[in-house]
Structure formats: C-alpha cells, structure tokens
C-alpha cells in the first residue's frame, strides 16, 4: 500500500514501478511492494531513469537548512565527477591556518627592516653604503614567507567556501563545487587579488635596483621618499589584509587560537606594542638618516673646497673608505656630533645609533625609540617647523592613544567577565 504523498508523486511511482522487472520483484521487499526507492524518500525528487533498478539503489544524502525541509548533498557518484574540494574545517586545514597567520604576522615584522639597510660609513668622510648582508637576510626571509603565502592562494582554488546567500537566513552552507570555488575566490577583491597584491616584491625590487642608483646620484630626499612611500603604499594593506585573514578563519572555523583567554589578549597587545613601535621607529630611522644626510651637504656647500661625496664608493654595494682630513672635521662635528647646535629635533637620538655603529644597536634602538613615545603618546618629542616632522609627531601620538584605549577595552572586558563568572556562582 503507498503511503500517503502527493498526487505528482504518485503517478511518478505508478510510471516507475510498471517497468520493473517481474523476476527482480520477487527478490527485492522494496520492490515487491510496488514502489520505487527514490521516488518514496521525503524532501526534494531525484530525477533518475524511468526503470528502477533494485540492485542500484541511489545513496541519498540530505541536509537540513534554514529556512527549508530538505536539501539535497552531492553523492558519491556526483564527487567522481570533478574535483574534490577541501572542507576548511578539517584539523588539517585549521593547523595551516595557524601557520599562515604566524607567516603573515612575521611579514609584518620583517618589513621594516629594509628601512636599516643604508647605512653611515665614518672610516675617513662620513658618507652611506647599503649593507649587502643584511639586504640578503632580509630579501630570503620575506621571499620564502611570501612563497608559503603563494601556497595559500593555490589551496584557495580547492577550499570550500561560506554561501553568502547562506548566511541570510542564518544559517551558513558550505559549497563544493570546485568551479564555483575558483570563479568566486577570482572575483573577490579581498580574495585573490588582495592577496595577490600582498606578496609583490616592491621592497625588494626599490632595495635592489632603485635605492643604489639614486644613492650613486646622490639624491638623498628621493632615496627616502621612495622607501617610505613604497613601504606605506604595500604596508597599510598588508595590515589590513592580516586582520581581514583572521576574521574570516574565525568565521568558518571558529577560534584559530585560544583569543578568549585573557591571557592572549594580553599577549596580543603586548604584539601590537612591539609590532607598532617597530614599525614607528623604522619610520623615524628614515626620516632621520634623511636629515643627517641634508646635514652633511648643507655644511659641505657652506665650507670651502668641500668634495664631499654621499656615497662612499664607486661600488655601492660595500663600505667604501675615504681619505680624510682636516677639511671634514668641522663637518663631522657639526652633523655627528652628539652635542651638536644643528637642528635634528626629534631626530637627534639618532647620533646614539651613528656612534654605537652596530647593527644591533641600529635595530633595538629605534624600536626603545618607538615604545618609549607610543607608551607616552609623544609626550617627550620637541619636534623643529619642518611639516613632515610634525606630521610624523602626530601620527605617533594617535598611534600610541589608539593602542593605550585598545588595551583598556581589553581590562574593561576582562573585568566584565569575571564579575559575571561571580554572579552565576551566587
């Protein structure tokens, strides 16, 4: 006896069931009950042949949504047809995010550091040289974090995604279909092309083949002007790419790492500290060598038979050394001098760095530089009339304020928490 469906589904059971086969019939209890299998199952019809075949009877799997009965999943039939994508809530896939946060994290971290690669030469004439070895480091280490990013954007291609359509009613379904995959990460332009923008080479194309031919030319506000341009134009959407990347694994996976403990909010903070004042005193490090450099020429053009040269060498790839002399004592005091009349402002820290003349010091010095003025939102800094100096003071201040009320939302939310953990347990 059928059960009770639609008169639609009826007749389709009746015109199934007429072509089955006496013989199978007395074999099969589905079929010696005159209903075909796919034709009884509940939620949405599968259009198949108008012969049922007992001995292949299709595995139907169903999913239940929002907003409706029964929607159907691919079969197994259906995967061997294309692709298989990866689901992106596999233990596998939640370790790579890990990683890929991690990698773009250092990113973050390593790009600044191309702004310590000029550096002053005071063997005879103070004059500039890049340093070769750590241009090297620095270049290896970003490519291969930009290589494991490019193995990120592949896996993109395979990754199923959230439906936004999906997440209107609440409820969010992942597709499978690989080409729906590839056509929708292609069109995002925080997909594919963000972060394809991310991982182009500009600072290692500016640091290689820009800064030592405008060094040989002596153009010092170029050479400055283009490693804080080129920094800015790839760094501001690499931050926000990094912070969009963690959203969106937060969105499909849930937590990539434990943010609820207030312990790793704690530790975040201290990270964007560290990261900020990093990159605030690579910053300053840059305008300053460019203040040092205009020092050096405006007292040179000011003395009498004054050849001095920018550059220490022919070859700009080493530190070149000058034959010295009496001629440029008076510049070296003046410009390097630590107690010098010349008007640095809040550049003038930098003479600590030109006398320790180390890389480390080069390095962690900017860095005490930034968190010691982030943590008192510039307080200490007397900048001169010069705009970029003061637009620069600025900037700091806003930095270290924003930081300064991120970490007090961040004690306001944790003291929040703990009063309702006391309030359940009264």
Request: aromatic share 12%.
């Amino acid at each position: 006896m059928l059960p009770s469906l639609p008169r639609w589904k009826l007749n389709k059971v009746k015109h199934c069931c007429n072509n089955i086969n006496d013989s199978d019939d007395q074999d099969d209890p589905i079929f010696n009950s005159k209903e075909c299998y796919a034709c009884t199952q509940v939620g949405v019809p599968v259009f198949h042949s108008t012969r049922c075949d007992p001995n292949h009877q299709p595995q139907l799997r169903w999913e239940r949504t929002a907003g409706s009965s029964m929607t159907l999943l691919p079969t197994s039939t259906d995967l061997k047809s294309r692709p298989r994508a990866i689901d992106p809530r596999s233990s596998s896939v939640k370790r790579w995010n890990r990683i890929v946060l991690m990698a773009r994290g250092l990113s973050i971290a390593v790009d600044p550091l191309f702004f310590y690669v000029l550096a002053l030469s005071q063997s005879g004439a103070p004059c500039f040289y890049m340093d070769v070895a750590l241009a090297l480091v620095v270049t290896v280490v970003r490519t291969c974090l930009d290589a494991l990013h490019m193995a990120h954007i592949l896996l993109q291609f395979k990754l199923a995604y959230v439906s936004s359509e999906s997440m209107v009613i609440g409820c969010g379904n992942l597709v499978w279909d690989s080409r729906d995959i590839s056509l929708h990460y292609m069109r995002s332009l925080r997909g594919f092309w963000l972060d394809a923008f991310v991982i182009l080479p500009i600072p290692q194309t500016v640091i290689w083949l820009i800064v030592p031919r405008l060094l040989r030319e002596e153009k010092t506000r170029l050479i400055m002007t283009t490693l804080l341009l080129t920094f800015l134009f790839q760094f501001i959407p690499k931050l926000y790419h990094s912070v969009y990347l963690a959203k969106r694994f937060k969105k499909v996976t849930g937590y990539i790492f434990a943010y609820g403990n207030i312990w790793w909010r704690f530790k975040l903070n201290v990270i964007a500290y560290l990261t900020a004042s990093h990159i605030a005193g690579g910053c300053w490090h840059v305008l300053a060598t460019q203040r040092v450099m205009s020092c050096l020429q405006q007292q040179c053009e000011a003395s009498r038979n004054c050849n001095l040269s920018i550059y220490c060498s022919k070859q700009v790839f080493s530190a070149g050394k000058l034959s010295g002399g009496n001629a440029f004592t008076k510049i070296t005091t003046m410009c390097l001098d630590e107690d010098t009349t010349f008007g640095y402002g809040i550049y003038k820290p930098l003479l600590v760095v030109y006398a320790g003349n180390t890389l480390a010091v080069r390095i962690l010095y900017p860095i005490y530089w930034g968190l010691i003025n982030l943590g008192s939102f510039a307080n200490n800094l007397i900048p001169t009339s010069d705009w970029l100096e003061l637009i620069f003071s600025c900037f700091v201040t806003l930095v270290g304020l924003g930081l300064f009320i991120t970490l007090l939302g961040n004690i306001q939310i944790f003291l929040h928490s703990v009063m309702e953990n006391k309030k359940k347990m009264h």
